[in-house]
């Protein structure tokens, strides 16, 4: 049996909890290790997400070690939320930015949701090749320039990279990432349990 596939999820003041919490949750229904890491905590032990819900990180991100605590050789993938001002906190930080770029190099799983896209382009992922992607709506006009953008699509695979539109499509983009880590069975097996009307 193959070892446990380990996440990073990334979230900081301002993250949308709808697509924290869902998308945590259906992960670990599919059998991943996830590890919630905590960004620009400003040393708080909780994280106030968007509309107020508080989550606990497991751990943040060390700040006398950038990014040594997250790496393609302890994890098999990194995962952003979106939300505000959370996204553009991701955006803007080099730890993370580092974190994309490492991952996506080592042809890891790099995935955000909703506005977190932002962070891919802050991220210049665009340069290394043709990317397609989807965001949130309102983030179209910042993306667009830089990305092969897909308006149809509720979840987008491009190689490693998975993208997807907002709260209303975090289960899905949660089931598409059980499926690449995990298999095709146990996407549906969690879909099947969540009683998923389609």
């Given at each position: 049996?193959?070892?446990q596939k380990?996440?990073?999820?990334?979230?900081?003041?301002?993250s949308?909890e709808?697509?924290?919490?869902?998308t945590i949750?259906?992960?670990?229904?599919g059998?991943?290790?996830?590890?919630?890491v905590?960004?620009?905590?400003?040393g708080?032990?909780?994280?106030r997400c968007?509309?107020?819900?508080?989550?606990q990180?497991?751990?943040?991100?060390?700040v006398?070690?950038?990014?040594q605590d997250?790496n393609?050789?302890?994890?098999?993938?990194?995962v952003?939320?979106g939300?505000?001002?959370g996204?553009d906190?991701?955006?803007?930080?080099?730890?993370?930015?580092t974190?994309?770029?490492t991952?996506?190099?080592?042809g890891?799983v790099?995935?955000?949701?909703?506005a977190a896209?932002l962070?891919?382009k802050?991220a210049?992922l665009?340069?290394k090749?043709?990317?397609s992607?989807t965001?949130?709506?309102?983030?179209?006009?910042?993306?667009?320039?830089s990305?092969?953008?897909n308006?149809?699509?509720?979840?987008v695979?491009d190689?490693?990279?998975?993208?997807?539109?907002?709260?209303?499509?975090a289960?899905?983009?949660?089931?598409?990432?059980?499926?690449?880590?995990?298999s095709?069975?146990?996407a549906?097996?969690v879909?099947d349990?969540?009683?998923?009307?389609?």
């Amino acid at each position: 049996m193959s070892p446990q596939k380990k996440i990073a999820f990334l979230i900081t003041h301002g993250s949308e909890e709808m697509e924290a919490v869902i998308t945590i949750d259906v992960l670990r229904r599919g059998g991943l290790h996830v590890d919630v890491v905590g960004v620009q905590t400003g040393g708080e032990s909780v994280v106030r997400c968007s509309r107020g819900v508080k989550i606990q990180p497991d751990f943040v991100l060390n700040v006398a070690n950038p990014g040594q605590d997250i790496n393609p050789n302890k994890y098999d993938a990194v995962v952003l939320p979106g939300g505000q001002p959370g996204s553009d906190t991701f955006a803007s930080d080099e730890q993370v930015l580092t974190i994309l770029n490492t991952f996506f190099d080592a042809g890891k799983v790099v995935a955000a949701i909703c506005a977190a896209p932002l962070a891919l382009k802050a991220a210049r992922l665009y340069e290394k090749r043709s990317l397609s992607i989807t965001s949130y709506p309102a983030t179209k006009s910042k993306l667009e320039d830089s990305f092969d953008y897909n308006d149809l699509d509720n979840v987008v695979v491009d190689g490693n990279l998975v993208t997807s539109k907002g709260p209303g499509t975090a289960v899905f983009f949660a089931l598409k990432l059980v499926e690449i880590l995990h298999s095709g069975e146990k996407a549906k097996e969690v879909k099947d349990a969540l009683a998923l009307p389609c």
